[in-house]
T-cell receptor
Framework: EDQVTQSPEALRLQEGESSSLNCSYTVSGLRGLFWYRQDPGKGPEFLFT???AGEEKEKERLKATLTKKESFLHITAPKPEDSATYLC???????????FGKGTLLTVNP | NAGVTQTPKFRVLKTGQSMTLLCAQDMNHEYMYWYRQDPGMGLRLIHYSVGEGTTAKGEVPDGYNVSRLKKQNFLLGLESAAPSQTSVYFC?????????????FGPGTRLLVL
C-alpha cells in the first residue's frame, strides 16, 4: 500500500529563519511527487511536481527536491504570508490515486 | 478562466437527507476526482472519472454516488446523509493521470450532517 508521511506536523519559525519540511514516501513506480499549499478554508493550491530523483524546482522562497525515498520543501527567509499547511502527495503504480500526507502546518511569526 | 468551481460552498443536512454537490471545470480536463478532507486523516479519494460517462471507486466510496454526464461536470451525491459524512469535500481535475499530471483543486464544500 502506498504511504506518504510528512514531518514535522507543525513548525513555527521566525521571519527570516530558513527551514525544511520533509515528505517520506513508499510508492511503487513513482510517477509524480506533488507539493501543495493550503490556506485555512481554501482548497489545495499547486506548487510543484517532481518526477525523478535529483530533480529540483524553485518558486520564490520555496525549493522542492526529490530523492528515491524523500522529498524536501526548503523555505528560505520565510515571511508571515508563507504561513499555511503544506501538503505532499505521491502518484504511483498504475492507478489514478494520489496518496496524500497529513500535511505540515507552518507558522511564520513577524 | 475560473479553473475548478464547486457548488454549494456550505450546507447543513439532517441525517437521512440527500443532496448533490456540483463540480465544474473549464480547463477541458479529462480526469476529475472527488476527495474528502477530515482532521488528522488527510485527503482521501472518494470517486474519480477518467472521462465523460465513466466513473470509478476510490478509497472511501461507501455512501456516495457520482455521475459524469458532461466532460466539464462531475456530480457527487449523498443518498442518505450520515453524521460520518460531515467533512470538507474537494473536487479536482487533471489532463490525465498516466503521465503524472497535476491535479487542480476547487475551493471546497463544507458539509455538516446533524
Amino acid at each position: 500500500e502506498d504511504q506518504v508521511t510528512q514531518s514535522p506536523e507543525a513548525l513555527r519559525l521566525q521571519e527570516g529563519e530558513s527551514s525544511s519540511l520533509n515528505c517520506s514516501y513508499t510508492v511503487s513506480g513513482l510517477r509524480g511527487l506533488f507539493w501543495y499549499r493550503q490556506d485555512p478554508g481554501k482548497g489545495p493550491e499547486f506548487l510543484f511536481t517532481l518526477y525523478s530523483a535529483g530533480e529540483e524546482k524553485e518558486k520564490e522562497r520555496l525549493k522542492a527536491t526529490l530523492t528515491k525515498k524523500e522529498s524536501f520543501l526548503h523555505i528560505t527567509a520565510p515571511k508571515p504570508e508563507d504561513s499555511a499547511t503544506y501538503l505532499c502527495a505521491a502518484l504511483g503504480g498504475s492507478n489514478y490515486k494520489l496518496t496524500f500526507g497529513k500535511g505540515t502546518l507552518l507558522t511564520v511569526n513577524p | 478562466n475560473a479553473g475548478v468551481t464547486q457548488t454549494p460552498k456550505f450546507r447543513v443536512l439532517k441525517t437521512g437527507q440527500s443532496m448533490t454537490l456540483l463540480c465544474a471545470q473549464d480547463m477541458n480536463h479529462e480526469y476529475m476526482y472527488w476527495y474528502r478532507q477530515d482532521p488528522g486523516m488527510g485527503l482521501r479519494l472518494i470517486h474519480y472519472s477518467v472521462g465523460e460517462g465513466t466513473t470509478a471507486k476510490g478509497e472511501v466510496p461507501d455512501g456516495y454516488n457520482v455521475s459524469r454526464l458532461k466532460k466539464q461536470n462531475f456530480l457527487l451525491g449523498l443518498e442518505s446523509a450520515a453524521p460520518s459524512q460531515t467533512s470538507v469535500y474537494f473536487c479536482a481535475s487533471s489532463r490525465a493521470a498516466s503521465g503524472g499530471e497535476t491535479q487542480y483543486f476547487g475551493p471546497g464544500t463544507r458539509l455538516l450532517v446533524l
